[in-house]
């Protein structure tokens, strides 16, 4: 590659992403929601495909290797464990706030 393509594609995502920031604010509120949401479905996901994989593995279906179904388990475990700890980081912050004087 040439520099001067490198530098060109740097100068427009640069551009892009001070597009980006000079957009109006959308609600924070609405995009933190979404975002905790996503991230739950995802855990979800993880967990049922970590299922999934048990299950074939378990019944002798397709090809399942006993490391895969072993590293989808240890996955589901940390994305949960992962997911528990926002929760509690979350629930702590609400009680800091709560407990604030007016």
């Not at 892009?16 to 479905?41: C, H, T």
């Amino acid at each position: 590659m040439n520099i001067d393509q490198v530098l060109a594609q740097m100068r427009v995502m640069s551009a892009q992403a001070a597009d980006n920031a000079q957009e109006s604010p959308k609600s924070s509120g609405a995009d933190f929601s979404d975002l905790l949401k996503q991230s739950i479905d995802r855990v979800n996901s993880i967990q049922q495909e970590a299922s999934a994989l048990r299950t074939s593995f378990e019944s002798g279906e397709g090809e399942m290797d006993l490391a895969q179904v072993m590293i989808a388990a240890q996955k589901s475990s940390l994305s949960f464990e992962a997911m528990v700890q926002v929760r509690n980081k979350l629930v702590e912050a609400y009680k800091d706030v709560m407990s604030m004087p007016i």
